[in-house]
């Protein structure tokens, strides 16, 4: 049995069906707003609305059980909540460690809506996490 199938059984529709499509637009901002970190106008702005994107995440596959995403989201957001009280822009190293990070979140996605039996594996340098998010 997949993992959505697990996920029909386990909850009502409505609440998967709106997990599902709220996933899908937080995944599709996600990326705009990495990419212009880069820029001080932006950065305050985005890395809030990061941090929100985030910590929703976390709280909605929190509900469901969704481990994988559970963990991603809520490292996601610790560093997200370091990067709150800066001023910008964010390094390179910093976005491309969050642009990989939407990717996961992508995966995971997939993996949901097509049904795999298991979420695909974490990319390995997620662990490692920027000690440098801003420019200086």
Known sequence: M???KQLEIDFDMDILE???SHYAIMSENMEPLIIALSKVAYFEENIQELFRIFHNLKSAAGFLKLDPIIKLATLCEDV??????????ATEEFIDWLLLTSDQFNKYRNDIENDAEYFSMLEPLIIKVPLQL???
Do not use: W
Request: contains cysteine.
């Open 2 to 4: 997949g993992l959505l």
């Open 18 to 20: 709106d997990f599902i």
């Open 80 to 89: 997200c909540e370091e990067a709150r009280i800066l001023e910008g822009p």
């Open 134 to 136: 801003e420019k200086h």
